[in-house]
C-alpha cells in the first residue's frame, strides 16, 4: 500500500513550458538553435510553447485546484546565466524566485531539476559537456542556483536523464546539439557530465542556506522478465544492468550511469567492452561522482521482455502482434514500473522517486468543450497498480511525478504529442483540464485507494 507520506507529484521541464520573452534576458540555449535548424517536427520551436512565463500564477492556482501538492520543474541554466559562467541575469532570479513563492503559496513544494536540457549555446560554442571544463561550469551554475533558491526550495535533482542529452544530443544526433560523434568523445562527454554531476552534489551542498536533500534523474527502458520463472527474473536483471545494446547505441543503459554515483565505480562488464574508447579515469573521479545523495530519481516509460535461453542466456523476447501503444508508439508494459523499482532497490539500495512517467495521447476538445482521455486514465492506473505492487514487495519508492502537467513542447517531436494532465490549445493558450487529471486528483486524495488493484 502507499504510505500515508507517499508523495503524489507532477513533472514539467523549463524549456518545455516557459516560453520567451524579448526582455527576459535569458540566453540562447542547444535547443534553440536545434529549433532554428528546422529540425523539430514541423519546424515548431518553444518561442512561446505554453507561456508558462507570463501564465505561472494561473497554471499554479490550477494545480491547486487539482489537488497537486508536489512539483518537480526546472531552472533553466541558460535563462539564469545567460553565457553559462559569470554573469547572472537577475531577471531570471526574481522570476524563478517569485513563481516558487508562488507555487508555495498555493501550498506546493517545489522541487528543483538543476539540468533539464538547457544547455547554454555559449558554453556549447566553447565544446560543451566534451570540454574539460564543464563539469566545473555546471558547479558554477549549482552553486548560484543553491545561493538563489535553497532559501526556498530544499529538493533538488542535479540531471535528468543524462542517457539521453548525452546519447540522442551527441550519438545519434537525434536531439540538441544534434552531433553524431565518434565513440571515444560521447565516453569523455558522460564522464564528464558524471563529474559534474558530482561537482554539483558539492557546490549546492557548500552554497545552500538550509539543509537540502539531493537526487539524480537518470532513465533508462526496463528489461521485463517474460514470466515470473527465477531464471527469466535473473535473465532480464542481466539484462537491465547489463551492456546488451550496440555500441551506437551505448548510452541506453542502467549502469554506466548510476553505478559511478551510487556504488562508486563502473560497472567491470561495460569497463571491458568499452576499454578501446574510454577516457582516462582516476580515483578522483569517481570519489567526485560519488558524492553521497539522498535519493534516486528514475524516470520510467516502458520495458521490453526477457527471458531465459536454454542455454541459461537472456534472450529478448519479442512483443505480441498488436500490442498496446502511446500516440508517440511507445509500449504500454505496466510492469516496468514493478521489475524497474525493484531491480533499482536491489542494486543501489537507495530511496526512490519515479521522477516522470506518463503517456502521450490522441487528445481533443470533444463537442461538450472536454478532453475525455480515457487510455490515460487506463495506463496510469495500471502503471500506478505496479508501484502499488512494488511498495508491497518492499521497494523504497517515496514517491511518483506524473508528466506532465500541461501539453507542451516535446523536443524533436514539437507539438505533434501531448502529454499533459491539461490539455493546451496554443492558438489561444486555453487550459482544458482533461478527464485524466480529475481522476489523478482522487488518487492523490485518496492515497491510491481508487486504483483499480484495490477493488474489491
Ligand atoms: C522524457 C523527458 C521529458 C519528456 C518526456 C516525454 O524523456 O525527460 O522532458 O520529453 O520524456
Redesign the pocket.
Known amino acids: 500500500m502507499f504510505s500515508e507520506n507517499f508523495i503524489w507529484g507532477v513533472?514539467?521541464?523549463a524549456y518545455?513550458i516557459e516560453g520567451r520573452d524579448q526582455a527576459d534576458g535569458a540566453g540562447a540555449c542547444v535547443w534553440d538553435a536545434y529549433c532554428e535548424q528546422g529540425k523539430s517536427y514541423d519546424g515548431a520551436d518553444a518561442t512561446i510553447t505554453c507561456d508558462h512565463m507570463h501564465r505561472y500564477k494561473e497554471d499554479f492556482a490550477l494545480m491547486r485546484q487539482l489537488g497537486v501538492k508536489h512539483y518537480r520543474f526546472s531552472i533553466s541554466w541558460a535563462r539564469l546565466m545567460p553565457e553559462g559562467i559569470g554573469r547572472v541575469n537577475e531577471q531570471a532570479v526574481a522570476m524563478y524566485r517569485d513563481m516558487i513563492t508562488e507555487m508555495k503559496k498555493n501550498g506546493i513544494t517545489p522541487y528543483i531539476t538543476l539540468f533539464?536540457?538547457e544547455y547554454p549555446q555559449a558554453l556549447q560554442d566553447q565544446g560543451g559537456w566534451l570540454n574539460e571544463h564543464s563539469p566545473e561550469w555546471f558547479a558554477e551554475y549549482a552553486a548560484v542556483v543553491a545561493e538563489n533558491f535553497s532559501d526556498l526550495c530544499e529538493y533538488f535533482f542535479t540531471l535528468?536523464?543524462p542517457q539521453?542529452f548525452t546519447g540522442l544530443g551527441h550519438l545519434s544526433g537525434a536531439h540538441a546539439p544534434g552531433y553524431k560523434l565518434p565513440l571515444q568523445y560521447t565516453f569523455q562527454i558522460v564522464h564528464n557530465v558524471l563529474k559534474a554531476h558530482g561537482m554539483a552534489v558539492l557546490a549546492l551542498r557548500e552554497h545552500a542556506k538550509h539543509p537540502i536533500k539531493i537526487g539524480y534523474?537518470p532513465?533508462c527502458g526496463v528489461a521485463l522478465p517474460a514470466t515470473d520463472d527465477p531464471r527469466d527474473v535473473e535473465a532480464a536483471k542481466k539484462v537491465y544492468f547489463g551492456f546488451y545494446s550496440d555500441l551506437d547505441n551505448w548510452t541506453w543503459n542502467v549502469s554506466w550511469f548510476s553505478d559511478p554515483v551510487f556504488l562508486g565505480h563502473y560497472p567491470e562488464e561495460g569497463l571491458k567492452k568499452f576499454a578501446p574508447y574510454l577516457p582516462k579515469i582516476t580515483e578522483a573521479d569517481m570519489e567526485l561522482i560519488a558524492q553521497p545523495i539522498d535519493f534516486m530519481g528514475q524516470?520510467v516509460?516502458n520495458g521490453y521482455l526477457v527471458r531465459a535461453g536454454a542455454d541459461g542466456e537472456p534472450e529478448f523476447v519479442k512483443r505480441a502482434p498488436g500490442y498496446a501503444k502511446t500516440a508517440?508508439g511507445w509500449p504500454v508494459t505496466p510492469e516496468c514500473l514493478y521489475w524497474g523499482p525493484k531491480f533499482l532497490y536491489e542494486r543501489y539500495g537507495m530511496p526512490l522517486f519515479i521522477t516522470?512517467n506518463?503517456m502521450?495521447c490522441h487528445d481533443m476538445v470533444s463537442a461538450d468543450g472536454c478532453v475525455h482521455d480515457p487510455n490515460r486514465i487506463e495506463f496510469l492506473d495500471r502503471y500506478l497498480g505496479q508501484v502499488q505492487r512494488a511498495l508491497d514487495d518492499g521497494v523504497d519508492l517515496r514517491g511518483y511525478f506524473e508528466?506532465?502537467f500541461l501539453d507542451n513542447f516535446?523536443?524533436e517531436?514539437g507539438y505533434n504529442?501531448r502529454?499533459g494532465m491539461v490539455y493546451v490549445d496554443f492558438q489561444t493558450q486555453k487550459r482544458i483540464v482533461k478527464d485524466s487529471a480529475y481522476w489523478y486528483q482522487k488518487v492523490m486524495e485518496t492515497n491510491g485507494a481508487i486504483l483499480s488493484c484495490n477493488r474489491p
Open positions: 513533472a514539467s521541464s518545455q533539464h536540457w535528468n536523464e539521453c534523474a532513465t524516470n516509460y508517440c516522470e506518463g502521450s508528466w506532465t516535446e523536443w517531436k504529442e502529454f
